[in-house]
């Protein structure tokens, strides 16, 4: 805490000189804390639409799978028709799936990353259509040999809320994002889990367990942003 | 050695320089949005550019998106390791280990 408010006292500083004469050098201290902020600014900025996919995604589980709990999860007192249910459920991955794409092209405007970057993020992309498929394709084959619609409502949700925590872990190993690493492994658990809810539990389970994780998560980050642009002067925005 | 090398040594020259260190090897950056995140004016972000140009630190690719011409900026090898060397010196000057 003490280096941050150094680095804070001697950032305001250079940020004060920056405004008189910024091709001028700082004393060494406040040279090397205005390197690091503005390394650390441009990350935040470059970031910073990562809490709003978050808290999307937070909504997206609370919604979708509480739509899900609610066919069946208060009965006799209310049951949301299954026709309403399940496209309040596919809608708001659609929904978060779309926001989260725009917001991911918006945030890499105007930057060209190498090949081997290019090659990462294309195989990584199509791997979540691979695994959504051969999850669906896997699924059918099984329902073929005598799984029970009863076993299928376990084995969906949780087949895929497994293979996208799977996702989030690799995201954290190829980008090195501890949040991507937290909510990977907690998907993971979840998904695991859920089963021993029963239904309609596990759908509930996992519209809690995942919602409220996720929007936590998005609020972390947020804090978490704010606390760098405060330190780093509104985001070393000067001259 | 604990001479700090000059063409990185001035305010606005280090921020360029610490912002395009933020990008992966060989990746670039458009000039708009550089500036974006520098909040920087278009003039002064060009004068220092130049002067980073000049010492072949920074790596200029101008090209078009359609009919818009558009000027990618990075770091060179040679502009990696100087920084690199600028903020050992930095740390060394300091008395911090680099």
């Known amino acids: ?3 941050d408010k150094n680095t804070a006292d001697a950032a305001s500083a250079a940020a004060e000189t920056a405004l008189v004469d910024d091709d001028a050098a700082l004393d060494p201290a406040a040279m090397l804390a205005l390197m690091q902020n503005q390394q650390r600014s441009v990350e935040t900025q470059m970031g910073a639409f990562v ?3 978050t808290l999307a995604w937070g909504l997206t589980w609370l919604l979708g ?3 899900l709990w609610l066919i069946d999860g208060l009965q006799p007192a209310f049951s949301l028709p299954l026709a309403t249910a399940v496209p309040i459920f596919i809608g708001t991955i659609l929904v978060s799936g779309g926001f989260s794409a725009w917001l991911g092209i918006r ?3 105007g930057m060209r990353g190498n090949s081997a970057s290019a090659f990462t993020g294309t195989v990584y992309g199509i791997t979540w259509s691979i695994g959504a498929t051969a999850l669906a394709v896997f699924g059918s084959a099984l329902q073929r040999q005598g799984m029970s619609a009863e076993t299928a409502n376990f084995f969906y ?4 809320v497994l293979f996208a925590g799977i996702m989030y872990i690799i995201a954290a190993a190829i980008w090195h994002a501890i949040p991507s690493l937290v909510g990977g492994c907690w ?3 979840i998904a695991v889990a859920a089963p021993f809810f029963g239904y309609p ?3 509930l389970f996992l519209a809690l367990a995942g919602g409220l994780a996720f929007i936590a998560l998005s609020v972390f980050g947020s804090i978490q942003q704010r606390r760098i642009r405060t330190l780093t002067n509104g985001g070393g925005r000067r001259g | 050695m604990d001479e700090l090398d000059p063409v990185i040594h001035a305010q606005a020259r280090l921020r360029i320089m610490a912002a395009l260190s933020t990008l992966e090897l060989d990746g670039s950056i458009s000039f708009p949005r550089l500036q974006e995140l520098l909040d920087m004016t278009a003039g002064n972000m060009s004068t220092h550019l130049r002067k980073l140009e000049d010492a072949a630190y920074v790596d200029i690719t101008k090209t078009h998106k359609g009919r818009t011409p558009i000027t990618y900026l990075g770091l060179s090898k040679k502009g990696r390791r100087a920084f690199e060397d600028y903020m050992d010196t930095l740390r060394t000057v300091l008395g911090e280990q680099p």
């Open chain 1, 107 to 109: 945030s890499g405007r």
């Open chain 1, 1 to 3: 805490m003490t280096n």
């Open chain 1, 201 to 203: 539990g596990h759908y």
């Open chain 1, 65 to 67: 799978f509480g739509a």
């Open chain 1, 187 to 189: 998907l993971v658990v």
């Open chain 1, 51 to 53: 809490p709003y996919i």
């Open chain 1, 157 to 160: 949700p949780s087949a895929y």
